[in-house]
């Protein structure tokens, strides 16, 4: 029988949420021997966002061990013997299968056995499958999903074999758009395909994601919207060959890239944590409704003080803080201190092309669109706000200078007063930039 281990501390995922936590303990002082990353993963570790903006660009490939956690937030990266010279024990390609939260025992599926005193669920997102809903011919050859480094060593992989082929990209959130940038950028022929009326609509207003459309179509990209993938033809290996849409059209593909969403890995948990708006329900500290298990990350439904709203994020700028919230927490508890509650401002980012959007606060109530959004500008420059009971409460970005985008993350949190949407719309980003 596989030996038991004991850690003081055990975070079971290892990706970015982890790969902070582990910093933040040993910021914190953690002792050699007291912690432990479970991950199935076989890196330690990384900015997962970077598989998407630099990994799968084959001319000019982002690589390992270049995005190691804590590359994205300009700290010092996390080799393999960053947690060898701290005595954390990274236990790779090692999945938990059972989690006995009464008992304090995590199982792996080869039996091992993990005892904490402490957990920190970390456990992240999957995609969610077009084979789920039972699209016809959805387990074809070369579709892909994008959440792992696997998934984007084969994605590479396909996407070099097929240079010059057709790409079919199913979904038009932020990773459809990446990805789309992506396999243009490799030399394939690209179709979006997106239900919606327009990309991002659970953050971009139509005057926002007019100009995303009118730069992708000016950069060749084809897009049909209004429409779904309702199944897939394959030829005699079993690789696809069409996207058949629920209007009747077909799309020759040679790769289909599916990007439609996430859902927290939470099964680990189920009937042992309360849950809220389908993650784990925690506190201001990320504490959940079982002593000594904390949830950080895409699981975690948390306070969001700011809007008085139990919220879940997925998003890598709370994957980080969340995580070094709740060792901070964690470190205090156990000193007999306490720390301030959590506090986060929802910032969102993305790139592809040559652009680069920052979105800080909260998409609701009117918006004012300024700046010049026409997709033919050399240097695009525009923006939006969102005003909810006078107030701004959220600030978009595209093009914006560091100082700028601070600027804009200023407001949101200050939540300024406003006469009215013709003065934002007018003042533009100066409304931001003097506050
Ligand atoms: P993850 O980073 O997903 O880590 C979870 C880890 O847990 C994984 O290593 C997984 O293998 C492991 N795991 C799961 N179950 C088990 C188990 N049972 N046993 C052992 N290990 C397990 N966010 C942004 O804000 N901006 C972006 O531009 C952006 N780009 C993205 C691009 C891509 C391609 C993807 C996939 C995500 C992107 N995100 C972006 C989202 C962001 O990466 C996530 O919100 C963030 O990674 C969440 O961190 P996490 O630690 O909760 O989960």
């Not at 933040?24 to 990384?46: D, H, M, N």
Request: net charge negative; glycine share 10%.
């Amino acid at each position: 029988m596989a030996e038991e281990k004991s850690f003081k501390y055990v975070i079971v995922g290892g990706g970015v949420s982890a790969g902070y936590a582990a910093r933040e303990f040993f910021k914190q002082g953690v002792k050699p021997g007291e912690l432990a990353i479970i991950s199935r993963e076989q890196v330690p570790p990384y900015e997962r966002p970077a598989l998407s903006k630099g990994y799968i660009h084959l001319d000019n490939k982002a690589t390992l061990p270049n995005f190691y956690v804590a590359a994205g937030s300009g700290g010092e990266r996390q080799f393999p013997q960053w947690y060898k010279e701290k005595g954390i024990e990274l236990i790779l390609g090692t999945e938990i299968v059972k989690a006995d939260l009464a008992a304090k025992t995590l199982v792996s599926g080869t039996g091992q056995v993990f005892k904490y005193q402490t957990l920190l669920a970390a456990t992240g997102s999957s995609v969610i499958r077009l084979s789920d809903f039972g699209v016809p011919g959805a387990d074809a050859k070369n579709i892909f999903y994008l959440r792992e480094l696997e998934d984007a060593d084969y994605l590479a992989y396909a996407m070099e074999t097929k240079e010059k082929g057709k790409a079919v990209v199913v979904g038009g959130g932020y990773i459809g758009l990446e990805l789309s940038a992506a396999l243009k950028a490799n030399n394939l022929e690209v179709t979006m395909v997106y239900p919606e009326p327009w990309c991002m609509p659970r953050l971009f207003t139509a005057g926002i994601a007019s100009f995303y459309e009118g730069y992708y179509a000016n950069k060749g990209i084809n897009i049909v919207k209004g429409t779904v993938a309702s199944g897939f033809s394959t030829n005699s290996n079993g690789e696809v060959t069409e996207v058949k849409l629920k209007d009747g059209r077909t799309l020759e593909a040679d790769i289909v890239i599916v990007g439609v969403g996430g859902r927290p890995i939470i099964s680990l948990f189920k009937g042992q944590v309360e849950e809220e708006k389908g993650g784990l329900k925690t506190d201001g500290f990320f504490k959940t409704s079982v002593p000594d298990v904390y949830a950080i990350g895409d699981v975690a439904t948390f306070p969001m003080k700011l809007y008085n709203e139990m919220r879940r994020v997925e998003h890598v700028d709370h994957a980080r803080k969340s995580a070094e919230q709740a060792v901070k927490a964690i470190k205090a508890a156990e000193e007999g201190n306490s720390i301030p509650e959590y506090d986060y401002l929802p910032y969102f980012y993305s790139r592809a092309f040559d652009l680069s959007w920052q979105f800080y606060g909260d998409n609701v109530g009117e918006s004012v669109l300024f700046g010049d959004n026409d997709p033919k500008s050399p240097k695009p420059k525009f923006g939006s706000y969102w005003i909810k009971e006078g107030k701004v409460v959220g600030a978009f970005l595209e093009g914006g200078t560091p100082d700028e985008n601070n600027a804009i993350a200023k407001l949101a949190r200050a939540q300024p007063s406003v006469e009215s949407l013709e003065v934002l719309s007018k003042e533009g980003l100066s409304f931001a930039t003097k506050i």
